[in-house]
C-alpha cells in the first residue's frame, strides 16, 4: 500500500489535530436509488399500526419512529453561528435512543416480514398488528437475529427481535458498555463478548451466522437494508422543516453534521439528504482523533483497506460507537460524490460540547452526539451566512443511565 501521496492529510492525522478533510471527489453528478427509500419507507409504514401497539411511546409520530427537530438559540448564540441551529433529536428516538434506530431497527423488521410472507401467515395488506399475536412470534422464534456491535446497535437490534420474538445474539467488541450488556441480557438477548475491538465483534457474528441457516446476520459493514433505513429520514427532514416554514434552495442552504462510525448511519442520513434537497444541502461527518476511519478511507481510496491502527492510532475514545477503526467500503464508496468533507474531534472537545448544550439547553446527550459541533469550529464561512440552516445530529444518549449522564455533565 502506497500512502506517500497522501503524506500531508496522514502526518495531520498522526499529529492528532483536529482538522478539515474538503472531499474532492464531491460533484454534482449523483444518482440516488429512490427505489430503495421508497421499499423502506412503504415498510415503516405498514409496521406502524404495530408500533403503536407494541410501543405506545411511537403515538406520537404515528407509530412512526421518529425524533424532534428542535431549534437551540442559546447554543446558537453561544457558538455565535448566524441563521438558524437545529438540533436533531435522535438522541432520543423511542425504543432504543439512538440513531441505530432507524437502520437497525429496519432490518429486524425486513427480515421479520420477509419471513412470514414466506411462510403465508401475511400478505403486505395484512394488518400488522399480528406481529404481536402468537403464530408469528412462533414462527419467528426458530430464527436467530445475529450482529455484532459496540453498543449501540446491539440494543436496537436486541429490544426489536426479542419483542418480534426472535432469539437474538449480540457479539459487542470491548468497548462496549457494562449497562448495554446487562439491558440486552435483561431483555433476553444472548451476549457474547469479545476482548477485540468493533470489526473482530462484526467478523465473529457473521462466522456464527454463516454455520447456521436459521440465523440472519445483520452487517454493520455493508448491509442495503440497514442503510436504506437510514435515509427515509431525509424525506422525514424534508418535512419538518416544511412545518417550521424553513425554505432550502440555492440562496437558503442546509448545513448537516453527523457524528460517523462505520458510516452506515451518517452515510444513509446523507444518502436520503441529498434525495429531498439535492446541491442545497452540504453533508459533513465528524470523528474522533483517534478514530477517523473514514476520513481515512476516504482520502485514501482504500476504503477498508486500510484502518486507523496501520497509521498509528489508538482507535480508543470515549464516543460510544464511533470506536471503529476500519470503515464501510460501500458506504464510503457511496459517499464519494455525494460528502462535503469530514472533520475529527477530541474527546476534550466532545465532553465540553456536552456540558455546553447542558448548560445552554438543559439538554443531555452521550459525548458522541456531539460531535458535529466542531463544524462551526471548522467552516467559518457557513457560521456566517445569515440564510443558512444548520442541522447537528444528536445520536444518542436517553437510554444512558442517570448515573452515566451525570459523569458526562461533571466531566468525569
Ligand atoms: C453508531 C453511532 C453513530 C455512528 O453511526 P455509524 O453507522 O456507526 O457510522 C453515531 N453516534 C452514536 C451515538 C452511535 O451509536
Known amino acids: ?31 440516488i436509488d429512490s427505489n430503495l427509500i421508497d421499499d423502506s419507507e412503504a415498510r415503516m409504514n405498514r409496521f406502524a399500526p404495530y408500533f403503536q401497539k407494541a410501543f405506545p411511546q411511537t403515538k406520537l409520530h404515528s407509530g412512526r419512529i421518529e425524533s424532534q427537530l428542535q431549534h437551540i438559540p442559546h447554543m446558537q448564540q453561544k457558538l455565535g453561528v448566524m441563521g438558524k441551529l437545529f438540533l436533531k433529536r435522535d438522541d432520543a428516538l423511542p425504543i432504543s435512543g439512538s440513531i441505530k434506530a432507524r437502520g437497525g431497527i429496519h432490518e429486524v423488521l425486513y427480515a421479520a416480514e420477509k ?12 394488518d400488522y398488528t399480528i406481529f404481536t399475536t402468537e403464530p408469528i412470534q412462533e414462527l ?12 449501540n446497535l446491539g440494543l436496537s437490534i436486541g429490544i426489536m427481535s426479542a419483542t418480534l420474538g426472535f432469539k437474538v445474539h449480540v457479539h459487542m467488541s470491548h468497548d462496549a458498555k457494562e449497562w448495554k450488556k446487562q439491558l440486552l441480557r435483561k431483555i433476553g438477548a444472548k451476549v457474547i463478548e469479545h476482548s477485540g475491538d468493533f470489526s473482530l465483534a462484526v467478523d465473529n457474528g457473521r462466522r456464527e451466522a454463516l ?17 436504506a433505513g ?3 429520514a431525509g424525506r422525514r427532514l424534508k418535512q419538518q422543516l416544511e412545518a417550521e416554514d424553513i425554505t432550502i434552495d440555492a440562496d ?12 452506515g448511519g451518517p452515510g444513509g442520513v446523507t444518502y436520503g439528504l441529498k434525495e429531498s434537497f439535492g446541491e442545497n444541502v452540504h453533508c459533513y461527518f465528524a470523528e474522533p482523533i483517534e478514530s477517523p476511519c473514514m476520513l481515512l478511507g476516504m482520502a485514501t481510496g482504500y476504503h477498508d483497506h486500510i484502518a486507523v491502527k496501520d497509521i498509528g492510532l489508538t482507535n480508543r475514545t470515549i464516543a460510544d460507537g464511533l470506536a471503529v ?4 467500503s460501500f458506504v464510503g464508496k457511496q459517499m464519494e460524490p455525494l460528502l462535503d468533507g469530514i472533520m475529527t474531534i477530541s474527546d476534550e472537545q466532545l465532553s465540553s460540547f456536552v456540558r455546553e448544550l447542558y448548560e445552554t439547553e438543559q439538554i443531555i446527550v452521550e459525548p458522541s452526539a456531539t460531535a ?41
Open 230 to 232: 437510514y435515509a427515509v
Open 140 to 151: 419467528l422464534s426458530n430464527y436467530t437475529i445475529v450482529v455484532g456491535s459496540t453498543g
Open 252 to 263: 437558503h442552504p442546509l448545513y448537516v453534521y453527523i457524528p460517523c462510525g462505520v458510516g
Open 325 to 328: 477503526g476500519r470503515p464501510s
Open 115 to 126: 419471513i412470514a410472507l414466506e411462510h403465508q401467515l401475511i400478505t403486505k395488506d395484512t
Open 1 to 31: 500500500m502506497d500512502l506517500s501521496p497522501f503524506k500531508e492529510i496522514i502526518d495531520s492525522l498522526q499529529a492528532r489535530q483536529a482538522i478539515l478533510w474538503q472531499n474532492p471527489k464531491k460533484s454534482n453528478k449523483y444518482q
Open 372 to 412: 458535529g459541533f466542531i463544524g462551526f469550529k471548522q467552516l467559518p464561512k457557513a457560521v456566517r451566512h445569515e440564510n443558512a440552516t444548520h442541522i447537528v445530529w444528536a445520536t444518542g444518549g436517553s437510554m444512558v443511565p442517570k448515573e452515566e449522564q451525570k459523569k458526562y455533565i461533571l466531566g468525569i
Open 211 to 227: 454455520a447456521d441457516p436459521n440465523s440472519y446476520f445483520i452487517d454493520d459493514e455493508n448491509s442495503k437494508q440497514l442503510f
